[in-house]
């Protein structure tokens, strides 16, 4: 289990060492206006892709393991047909509004910048199919290879761009695209004998049209809340600040880039492995619970480990960005509770309830609207950070709770309560005021002392054979 994962994660661990190198050049070529600029238009971006799917890519992960060999090359085209013409409707619809929306974005008209998220909306949603076949397959050396060589040419067409074309956010948008089209041919490469099979049932039957959309559908509404949630940040900071605050904050978001690449590795490698052993043995608990341990732990000491280098890692980034320093403490909440609620909130998907993350996104979102009005205008960017690591707990707490109904599986949660409000007390401390660095070791500390019988776990699971 634990060897598995790391197949399917070590590619975001060298992204990030890709990340971490490249911060000091990029920084030093764009200005965080710029930077502000190009945080909008990811955030536009990940939101309409994900609406645009229409849940038919959670569908196609959930429903996939449930089909015969003969069926499953039409199941993922019918899948992919209707996320694809949902999302290239949704492009045209930006191109035709591209006046109003470019406005509201970037304060200025800009043609080619809607031109390049119309076009980039199609790639992530065609890339989101590549990808969801390799981790399906369980290629995870083929998944990281393509994370790895995008993260490579998002760095070249970003350097490129911003040195011998313009230093705008432009260069950061062709990287996106670098990246996504890279990885897309990695990943249908990879996988070419089945996009090129011969397709032996219908595509277009009406009765699972039905079945992925009754699944996949109740997700959009779900989808447009989240937007409000985790968006909900940089929209205020939109409303209240300048370009340049949102452009510490976007830096001061890629410094939790340790968490948020763990993130990632996790949730491609967690979805297919949870619904395939459930489907496997549906009362197989133990394996839950497991996951939850190693991930509550290993998420623990990497915040932790963040925390402790912050200093170091804020002097690599150009001088107009070290401010963010102050912001960059309470976005280590987010990515920890994402992970381990992606864990205890496990039980909605596997029961087929995904009307349910609706009410849970909509309190996270509550939370975050209220936090973010109160504390924006009085803190700026450190506010918006504050919020919304509030909300993801409220996020977590209600997921949890609904999820342990209809899948009863007894997380150890409190007993890592005690590491965790640590975590907590240090982040608030380095949020308002300047401590020694060597302070901030007590957090990971904490956690290596409380928990040393599950890293020796985690350890013997790597040495293992299995």
């Known amino acids: 289990m634990i060897k598995r994962f790391i197949t399917f994660s070590y590619g975001s661990w060298v992204t990030a060492a890709i990340s971490f190198l490249s911060a000091p050049i990029i920084t030093l070529l764009i200005i965080p206006e710029e930077f502000g600029k190009s945080a909008m238009f990811r955030l536009v971006l990940m939101s309409v892709f994900q609406l645009g799917l229409l849940g038919a890519d959670q569908s196609f992960l959930r429903m996939y393991h449930e089909k015969g060999e003969s069926e499953k090359a039409s199941f993922v085209w019918l899948c992919f047909f209707i996320s694809i013409t949902a999302t290239i409707a949704i492009s045209s619809c930006t191109l035709f509004f591209w006046q109003p929306v470019s406005a509201a974005l970037f304060n200025e008209p800009d043609f080619t910048a809607m031109l390049l998220l119309a076009c980039s909306i199609v790639l992530f949603a065609i890339?989101?199919?590549?990808?969801?076949?390799?981790?399906?397959?369980?290629?995870?050396?083929?998944?990281?290879?393509?994370?790895?060589?995008?993260?490579?040419?998002?760095?070249?067409?970003?350097?490129?761009?911003?040195?011998?074309?313009?230093?705008?956010?432009?260069?950061?948008?062709?990287?996106?695209?670098?990246?996504?089209?890279?990885?897309?041919?990695?990943?249908?490469?990879?996988?070419?004998?089945?996009?090129?099979?011969?397709?032996?049932?219908?595509?277009?039957?009406?009765?699972?049209?039905?079945?992925?959309?009754?699944?996949?559908?109740?997700?959009?509404?779900?989808?447009?809340?989240?937007?409000?949630?985790?968006?909900?940040?940089?929209?205020?900071?939109?409303?209240?600040?300048?370009?340049?605050?949102?452009?510490?904050?976007?830096?001061?978001?890629?410094?939790?880039?340790?968490?948020?690449?763990?993130?990632?590795?996790?949730?491609?490698?967690?979805?297919?492995?949870?619904f395939e052993r459930y489907e496997a043995d549906r009362r197989d608990y133990r394996f839950f619970e497991n996951m939850f341990k190693y991930a509550a732990v290993a998420t623990l000491a990497a915040g932790g480990a963040l925390l402790l280098f912050k200093d170091i890692i804020i002097l690599i980034l150009a001088p107009s960005y070290r401010d963010a320093v102050y912001i960059?403490?309470?976005?280590?909440?987010?990515?920890?509770?994402?992970?381990?609620?992606?864990?205890?909130?496990?039980?909605?998907?596997?029961k087929k309830r995904t009307h349910l993350y609706l009410i849970v996104a909509l309190a996270g979102a509550l939370v975050n609207l209220v936090g973010n009005f109160y504390l924006v205008p009085l803190l700026g960017a450190r506010g918006a950070a504050i919020s919304t690591g509030a909300a993801f707990l409220v996020y977590f707490y209600l997921r949890t709770v609904i999820s342990g109904r209809l899948f009863p599986v007894k997380y150890p949660i409190m007993r890592f309560m005690p590491a965790f409000l640590v975590l907590v007390a240090f982040l608030g401390l380095n949020t308002f005021h300047d401590i020694q660095w060597w302070y901030n070791a007590i957090p990971i500390l904490a956690t290596m002392i409380l928990h040393r019988s599950i890293i020796i776990e985690i350890l013997k699971g790597l040495k293992s054979k299995d």
């Open 127 to 274: 890339n989101n199919y590549a990808l969801g076949l390799i981790r399906l397959s369980k290629r995870g050396h083929v998944l990281s290879a393509g994370q790895i060589a995008g993260a490579i040419a998002y760095l070249v067409t970003v350097v490129f761009y911003a040195k011998f074309i313009a230093s705008t956010f432009h260069a950061i948008i062709w990287g996106i695209i670098a990246h996504s089209s890279v990885s897309i041919l990695i990943y249908i490469f990879a996988e070419r004998r089945f996009w090129t099979r011969k397709i032996e049932t219908a595509i277009f039957n009406r009765a699972e049209l039905k079945r992925i959309l009754s699944y996949g559908l109740p997700m959009v509404p779900v989808l447009a809340v989240m937007f409000i949630f985790q968006g909900m940040d940089k929209i205020a900071l939109r409303v209240y600040s300048p370009f340049e605050e949102i452009g510490l904050y976007a830096v001061a978001s890629k410094y939790v880039f340790l968490l948020t690449l763990l993130q990632t590795g996790f949730n491609i490698y967690w979805a297919p492995a949870a």
């Open 328 to 350: 960059m403490p309470f976005l280590i909440i987010a990515p920890i509770i994402h992970i381990v609620g992606d864990i205890t909130g496990i039980g909605m998907g596997l």
